[in-house]
């Protein structure tokens, strides 16, 4: 709220503030985005590979017409490339933040650590759009609603990211 406060998304009836400039200096706002996206993201499980032929991989014997799936999940929970990966960490995205490196070797991270959107030939090609309208809606939910959450839900250990997830 202070970073929409700050460019003056929270006055109302000033339509203008929602121009190219502005939502490009909505930083937290993206950090959010991409955490929310690194946690729950819209491409899990997008890679499929049917065996033409059998085949054996490790010693495990596939028969042919076997489906394969690429779970593109598992690596936005890597330990070795994020901090504390089963929390809700979105300054783990802001380049000046501890846990925007490798816990490992502090190095940078992998770059298909990262991959909401899928990667290479198959990567979505929305993204950049659907970056720029998750911020625009992002702002204009938090700005426009009235919303309150009592505090003892907020101090709840029960309470979740998402139905069945595994966050807190």
Known sequence: MEEL???GFTDLGNKEVYNPEN???LTYITYVIKESLRIDGPTYQSLYYDAYEDVEIAGVPFKKGTTFIKDL???HYDPEEYFEPLK???ERFD????YFVRPSDGKARRPYSNVPFSFGCRACPGQTFAMLELKV????????????IPEDI??????????GSIFE
């Open 88 to 90: 809700f960490i979105p």
């Open 23 to 25: 939502i490009s200096k």
């Open 95 to 98: 380049p000046e933040h501890k």
């Open 73 to 75: 999940s598992i690596i």
């Open 137 to 148: 809606a992002l702002a204009y939910i938090l700005t426009h609603m009235e919303y309150s």
């Open 154 to 163: 907020l101090k709840s250990e029960t309470i979740g990211f998402a139905i």
């Open 5 to 7: 406060e700050s460019l």
